[in-house]
């Protein structure tokens, strides 16, 4: 094997600009290899960042109510119609035992416990329908980030106060300070009769979490005003987590299931169409990779078979000395690994190299990257291990045919 190793450098020495523009080829293979890699896989970091960041990962509540049968039919069995939207929805009444379920499962970072219900914020005449969210103050940024995205005035869930989205502030005309009326889409009882549960509430705080849907519409208050007006006394709406790895929500998802009989959904679920784009995205970037990799293949077996034939009378006259048939077929396979191998490292430094300084380029002034490029997720390793391979594999076929070569044939000519 040594001599085989010293042959094939020998050639590749003896043709020393062929060699390089071969492994130059190579090394502009794997830089589209690893360039592509880092923008895409750092675009998909990017999108599941950005829709993971502000939402649960997990959510836990409980099945709709099904009414139940209180008499049992001689001639049949009931039916029953449900409209939407006039059920009542039920609550997690013990949902601490559920918490420390949830807080003792691996991989859970955090579960907070919550209020949920729509309602009506008002102002004067105006009218606003919102999702009102109550949960504690110290769970306030453990789902979303609220308090690093408040713009104006602070984060105050207090008794009495309530923290709205920028863009429903300017809708309603609110700020810091005001008074407002949320009034929540059930009715209370009274001595007069059925009347809208409400109550009068200050906004401490506006945020923006750069989600339009959010800012429009979502409300924060304190978990004990939101438990009075919702009516949910002694439990809670639904209970959010958050999990270390976001890939490994639906299994989470399903373990909490199982252990706490309530209905439990993943961020997913609720993304279908990420997951689509995301599969379609990884779809592309192995084709453009795959390429890649063909062009480096052609470009090494066809350089090998130019050897092969400017060295038929040398391969002819090692025959000649005793020199088999397999010496020859690893002495062109190890050429071929060799400029692969080169060429691939030379490739990953210039990858890598390209990436950084596109990252730097494309900084805005907050600091963040216009384009969505991750140069850490190059995917270089795997860039090497199939350069090489795609090399040696291409040079199997020209090695194959040198090694064929009738040795007083090639002397001959």
């Given at each position: ?22 492994m130059f080829g190579v090394s502009v293979g794997v ?14 970091v990017r999108l599941t960042d950005d829709i993971t ?245 052609i470009g090494v077996a066809s350089a090998l078979f ?108």
């Open positions: 094997m040594v001599f085989e190793v010293k042959l094939a450098v020998r050639y590749l020495v003896s043709a020393r600009l062929q060699s390089g523009l071969l830089v589209v290899f690893t360039f592509i890699a880092a923008l895409m896989n750092g675009l998909s960041g502000n939402v649960a990962h997990v959510t836990l509540e409980p099945e709709l109510r099904v009414p139940r049968a209180f008499m049992a039919s001689p001639k049949g069995r009931p039916l029953f119609a449900i409209q939407p939207g006039h059920d009542v929805k039920p609550a997690i009444r013990t949902y601490r035992s559920v918490l420390e379920v949830a807080s003792r499962t691996p991989g859970v970072r955090a579960a907070v416990p919550e209020v949920f219900g729509n309602g009506t914020l008002a102002r004067g005449e105006k009218n606003v329908a919102v999702a009102v969210t109550g949960l504690e103050a110290k769970n306030a940024d453990a789902i979303a980030p609220i308090g690093p995205s408040i713009i104006r005035g602070r984060l105050d869930l207090g008794v009495g106060n309530v923290v709205v989205g920028s863009r429903l502030a300017a809708d309603l005309g609110v700020d810091v300070g005001d008074r407002v009326s949320l009034r929540a889409a059930r009715t209370a009882s009274s001595r007069t009769g059925a009347v809208a549960a409400e109550a009068a509430m200050i906004v401490r705080g506006v945020f923006t979490l750069g989600v339009q849907a959010v800012d429009e519409r979502v409300v924060y208050m304190g978990l004990t005003s939101a438990k009075k007006l919702f009516d949910v006394a002694d439990g809670v709406s639904i209970i959010e987590l958050k999990v270390d790895d976001v890939w490994q929500a639906p299994l989470l998802a399903e373990r909490l299931g199982r252990a706490t009989k309530l209905k439990a959904s993943n961020w997913l679920d609720r993304n279908t169409r990420l997951q689509e784009g995301l599969r379609a995205q990884a779809s592309t970037s192995n084709m453009i990779k795959a390429f890649s990799l063909l062009t480096i293949a130019l050897s092969v034939s400017r060295r038929r009378a040398d391969i002819g006259i090692l025959r000649s000395f005793g020199i088999g048939r397999g010496a020859i077929l690893r002495t062109f396979v190890l050429q071929g690994l060799f400029i692969g191998t080169i060429g691939a490292l030379v490739g990953v430094a210039l990858g890598f190299g390209f990436a950084e300084a596109l990252l730097r380029g494309s900084m805005k002034a907050n600091g963040a990257p216009s384009i969505p490029i991750d140069p850490a997720q190059g995917e270089y390793v795997r860039a090497i291990l199939l350069a090489m391979a795609a090399s040696a594999f291409a040079a199997v076929v020209p090695a194959w045919s040198a090694s064929r070569i009738d040795p007083l044939e090639a002397i001959q000519s």
